[in-house]
């Protein structure tokens, strides 16, 4: 089954690599004309590191699909970081979003309070007229070696769904050089997800960081809902899809891997 009737629990052995929501909307230019001064008074207390990296997105494409057809360079983006004093919560604001990313996912309740505020304030502040996406991701990269699975082939841990041809049992996951799964469906009449799971190695990026051989499981979730969302229901938007992925992380994993990584 692709989701899971069993219900929400903290694991102590969670494998999520990074949990981030995001909340897009119209483009409002005080943030890139200036610094946004109040915004980092209001979320200093929290997030008391501050930086600014300037980003140019990628060539736009006009005139598609006729003679004149061209590539448009962008103007750069300011991307204003605010980070906590132990490196582990970072809050992003562009002139088009704002985002809380963490790499230690302490629970739902906690990654929210984290949120109230700075959401909060820039509401306050900024005074959105709409939210055109709100979405949550989950990063979650399973260790076999970390949880004491290493004999266990993918098949016993991983359900059919995200599995393709591992799945099967005359299949050695040794002799499949990639397969991945990917998949985008409705969740409801407001909500989206887009599921990527699939074996892999992890590369890091750091100069001369040592390169981990594992074969690591991926399953990425992003769910978003999207429109005129008002900036009332934000926070009600987030719930809905919490709750869409605890029932599909619920319904990814078997009962041999919901024991591994030890619910409380």
């Known amino acids: 089954m692709l989701y899971s009737g069993h219900p929400r629990v903290h694991y ?17 230019l005080s943030i890139g004309a200036r610094e946004p001064v109040d915004f980092q008074e209001a979320v200093r207390s929290m997030f008391p590191r501050y930086a600014a990296k300037e980003e ?38 562009t002139n088009t979003f ?27 502040i900024y005074q959105p007229a709409f939210f055109e996406r709100i979405g949550l991701r989950y990063v979650n990269i399973f260790s076999r070696k970390n949880l004491d699975l290493e004999e266990e082939p993918w098949r016993e841990l991983i359900t059919t769904p995200y599995l393709g041809v591992l799945s099967a049992e005359d299949v050695d996951e040794r002799t499949a050089r990639k397969c991945s799964v990917d998949v985008e469906l409705s969740l409801d009449d407001t909500c989206r997800a887009k599921l990527h799971a699939g074996p892999g190695m992890v590369k890091q990026n750091r100069p001369n960081a040592p390169q981990d051989m594992e074969v690591k499981f991926i399953f990425d979730m992003d769910l978003y809902m999207g429109g005129q969302l008002d900036p009332s229901v934000a926070a009600q938007g987030l719930e809905t899809l919490h709750g869409h992925s605890t029932v599909l992380f619920q319904g990814a994993i078997t009962d041999r891997l919901h024991s591994a990584l030890e619910p409380q």
Do not use: M
């Not at 102590?12 to 409002?28: G, H, M, S, W």
């Not at 962008?74 to 004093?85: D, E, G, L, M, R």
């Not at 809380?100 to 700075?118: I, N, Q």
């Open 56 to 93: 140019r997105p990628g060539p736009k494409i006009t005139g598609l699909g006729t003679p004149g057809a061209k590539l448009e360079a962008q103007k750069p983006v300011i991307n204003h970081n605010f980070v906590s004093a132990d490196n582990r919560w970072k809050l992003n604001l």
């Open 98 to 124: 704002i985002s809380l990313s963490t790499v230690a996912y302490p629970g739902w309740e906690e990654f929210c309070s984290h949120f109230d505020l700075p959401l909060a304030q820039f509401i306050r």
């Open 12 to 28: 102590n052995k969670t494998q999520l690599a990074e949990v981030i929501c995001q909340f897009r909307f119209p483009v409002i």
